[in-house]
């Protein structure tokens, strides 16, 4: 199949190149246009020809350049392209954004291939290159027609282009290979026999801190997920500006009214200026009343405690009791307790309520027992079984399924909500802690609210008590780079001066709050919330998948200084864009070269056939320059699915990331967590709701890895008897020591449609009758629900092991090991 696709390439670029050799000397015509001027949503196409008349698409249309400019979907708008060539080679590309006008954008490029990461502005400051050229329009060979501008270049020009189109034309056909196509693909192939010899002589130290996990709360992963809150809305802060996807948002949003109850919100005298709204109940009579749904429903088991506590006011009237309970859906109380409002202000009050039936969705009922006027704020309910017992803690079974990755270090508050939707969106880590009713919730960019109660000091105690190292992302002063709100893309970022200082200032602070002891200014912040010991942080994350701008470059590396100046033993990471190759990824390796940022963070979601044939993917990269974290990927097949086959593929392609952790630092894969029916973005590693939780077959490649990590790497000779590059890229092997116990740990992986019998020739790494815990997982590429189960056994110097079809093993050779430390 492979051949069959080369030839035709070969013979598609053979015809090119005989129409181009029409021309009499060593120069073509070259044509740019956009694809739509009409609505904007394409990009800047070429065609050619070798005498002015007949017209060739370029890839019958490929777009060259696409706006950068703006949010998904609502953005990326390209008006009135106009290509230029300047004196001394460059290209220079510039277009309208807004169809109005007001905004261009502006790049460059030496080959019409990479792009210089994009510059915009008013169209008042930046008229752009010869904007006011006359314009030309061309009949394709197709018939149809369009308008841009035409250019005599030197024919290796138009060769170079049509050469890349049809490069990434294979590599895209390459990639997108499923395995649904295996039967035809590998027709007539028998059981595939592969010899492994470790080379212990030859092993390296690779990265402690290799597997990891990302969180971010995207798909309600945070409030109504990991953050074991059970009232939603607990302090009446939804709003419009958090550009909502559901109806009736608001401050009464989940709660609703019994009886002849009015509720109503205000903000005179609130309990704190960052939580300005608070309900005030009107009650005519006992019964009346006001309630909370949870999320999707509150659970609650039989026999539990659940912590209550609110914030309370009379506003009129003389009764002052308030009857709080869990009731069913059909009115049923399960479980109630008393509390005394005061007369003379706001007042803290909590109580304990014991389920006295199972129910998933329940509601907290506040029930005044006298007619008047009643204020609350901050309404909460908790389970009291929180993740290792904590207050305003952490849903146990979630946090307990993270824990068992065994990850060596969290990623978090984001992502994209890190740097926001504009300016006014990045996330201020100051907002997310100290009490929580003095916590400031914000807009997600995900189109919900985050109440922040899940701030920096749970997600540092999280880590802390999984033994995992926090790794806080913050922006580099530029909001996300696909912004919608107070301003389109990453046009700007915080203005330079104070402004930026200011936010320089709060980086440096987190270190201290983290690190500092509890004498200082931000270390007493901490030592007051229950942690007195510093947190010893070591990573921070600057920037999130940024576009690689002028604007980014310049408020990074003031961030950059200040963070090395300041704190030199803190490892400072660094961003090069959303995908594995392109203008920000070649600009953003570029830059952090010039600064010697210590690591960067790459990302790349990309179809399961990517990780199959760029498995050398890092065999290259230069072991002296910038370290990497690979803190966003997955496998992405059609329809978003989770299954054997995007599992096996990021299987298969780990046992390269070990091979390579000597500059592979740290990796996490993305997105970690979903609510189910609250998903923005699929797959994630987990699907959970009230009461349940779906661990995939992603997550189990990546709790098979996290739990059998190591701290060497043990290279080692594969010999197959097949000559096919195509099936031994589907076999995977590595070899690695964890140091601590001493076991060596053989990870193997058949990607295959057949068996294959692999011979491991171990030396003196084991006796032979070496104690051996072994897990498997297979299952059809289709499989959705495949687990892994565990056996032990024993394994020998020499030993023969049958991969299932479609299946990763992982040996764990225990403790004993002749290996030398």
Known sequence: MKKALICAMLMASSAIGARASESTNDSLYLFSYASDNINGNGGLRLAWSSDGKMWHKIGGGYDFVKSDYGAWGSGKRMFDPVLERQKGGMWVCSWLVKKDGSVMALTESRDLLLWKPQDYMSARVMMGPNRNVPRDTVAFNDGTRATGRVHRVEKQVVENVIAEYERRQYRTARNNELMKDDKARFAGLGKVTVT???????????????????????????????????????????????????????????????????????????????????????????????????FDGIAVK?????????????????????????????????????????????????????????????????????????????????PKDTYKGRRNGLRRDLAEAIAN???????????????????????????????????????????????????????????????????PVLAAGVPCQNSSWGGDGQQGGIPLGKEMDEYIQDVLDLIEWANGDKTTKWGRVR?????????????????????????FKERFKLIYDAVKAKYPDITVIGTVGPFYEGSDYEYGWQFAKELDVPIVDEHYYCPPGWFIHNRDFYDA???????????????????????????????????????????????????????????????????????????????????????????????????????????????GQSVVRDQETGDVIIKLVNALPVGVECRLNLGDMV??????????????????????????GTISKEQAISLEPYSFTVIRAKAGSTLKK
């Open 767 to 792: 006796a032979d009758g070496t104690p051996t815990e072994v897990e498997r997982m297979a299952g059809e590429p289709s499989d959705t629900r495949a687990k892994p189960s565990k056996t032990t």
């Open 405 to 471: 990755l065994k990850p060596r270090f969290v990623r978090f508050p984001g992502g994209c909500v890190a740097h926001g939707n504009g300016i006014q969106n990045i996330y201020r880590w100051k907002n997310t802690v100290g009490p929580l009713e003095s916590r400031k919730g914000m807009a997600n960019i995900w189109r919900y609210h985050q109440s922040v109660g899940l701030g920096f000091y749970e997600y540092f105690q999280f880590c802390e008590d999984m033994g995992a190292e926090p790794l």
């Open 196 to 294: 492994v010899t470790p080379r212990p002589q030859d092993q390296k130290a690779i990265s402690p801190d290799l597997f990891g996990v990302f969180f971010e709360d995207i798909n309600y992963a945070a409030d109504g997920g990991l953050y074991a809150e059970l009232v939603q809305n607990r302090g009446f802060e939804y709003s419009d500006a958090d550009h909502p996807r559901h109806e009736g948002w608001g401050p009464a949003y989940a709660w609703r009214t019994y009886g002849g109850a009015a509720l109503s919100f205000d903000t005179a005298n609130p309990i704190h200026a960052n939580n300005a709204h608070y309900a005030v109940l009107d009650v005519s009579k006992p019964g009346d009343a006001m309630a909370n749904t949870g």
């Open 302 to 382: 039989q026999g539990d405690t659940y912590l209550l506590s609110l914030f309370g006011r009379m506003v009129e009237g003389n009764g002052r009791r308030v009857r709080v309970a869990l009731r069913t859906k059909d009115g049923r109380e399960i479980g109630s307790a008393t509390v005394t409002l005061p007369r003379d202000g706001w007042r803290k009050l909590d109580a304990k309520i014991k389920a006295t039936e199972t129910a998933a969705d329940a509601e907290l009922a506040i029930m005044p027992e006298a007619a008047g006027r009643y204020a609350f704020d901050m309404v909460s309910l908790f």
């Open 527 to 551: 030592a007051e919330a229950g942690h007195p010991k510093p947190f010893n942080l070591k990573y921070v994350g600057i920037g999130n998948e940024d576009l690689i701008s002028e604007v």
């Open 621 to 731: 990269y230069d072991r002296r320059g910038p370290k990497v974290y690979l803190g966003e990927y997955a496998a992405h097949a059609p329809g978003r699915p989770n299954n054997m086959e995007t599992a096996l593929s990021v299987a298969l392609y780990l046992t390269d990331l070990e091979r390579n952790a000597d500059v592979v630092s740290l990796s996490s894969f993305a997105p970690l967590m979903a609510r189910r029916g609250n998903t923005q973005w699929t797959p994630d590693m987990m699907y959970f709701d009230n009461t349940s939780v779906r661990l995939t077959t992603d997550y189990y490649v990546q709790r098979m890895y996290g739990q059998n990590a190591g701290d060497d790497y043990i290279p080692a000779t594969v010999a197959s008897d097949n000559d096919r590059e195509d099936v031994n890229l589907r076999f």
